[in-house]
């Protein structure tokens, strides 16, 4: 059996008043990160891990912000479609390990029905999902609650 890791990324913007979309659910929040679709810097990390993993490029190469039909999409509708993509190349998801760089709102609350979302959305066992939460101690543009960042990493396995 063959396996495969990919990596992925993402920083998005936090504005006042933007809803805050964070692993397929939205968040209660006075800021939200804002972006060409909903902004969910979770999915987006895990979108390009996957297709990294798989050797399919990017995120931004299936879903160009350019595209205007993409303004503000759900993003679970793009992690769908990054597990067709990897499922007609023959892989499955063997496990999903990410974290979420954010100063405020604290997570931990959220980080169960995340989860759940991200597992449905993917048709795989939420056991298979790792989502980690942590702050910059208030450095930098995460700490001064200017944005979030997330980082993920995959393991697939040819079905």
């Known amino acids: 059996m063959a396996f495969r890791v990919g990596f992925g990324y993402d ?29 969910d810097v979770l999915i987006h990390v895990i979108c390009d891990a996957l297709l990294g993993a798989a050797n399919l490029g990017d995120i931004g190469q299936h879903f160009p912000d350019t595209d205007p039909s993409l303004k503000g999409v759900d993003s679970k509708i793009l992690l769908k479609d990054v597990m067709a993509l ?25 980080l169960p029905e995340m989860k759940a979302v991200l597992a449905e959305t993917m048709n795989i066992e939420v056991q298979k999902i790792s989502i980690k939460a942590t702050t910059t101690e208030k450095l930098g543009f995460v700490g001064r609650e200017e944005g979030v960042s997330a980082y993920a990493v995959v393991l697939i396995e040819q079905s």
């Open 86 to 110: 990897i499922r007609k190349e023959g892989y499955k998801v063997g496990n999903i390990d990410s974290t979420v760089c954010l100063q405020k709102p604290k997570l931990m609350p959220y």
């Open 11 to 39: 920083v998005h913007q936090l504005e006042e008043g933007a809803t805050f979309t964070l692993g397929g659910i939205v968040l209660d929040y006075h800021k939200g990160a804002t972006g060409h679709s909903d902004a």
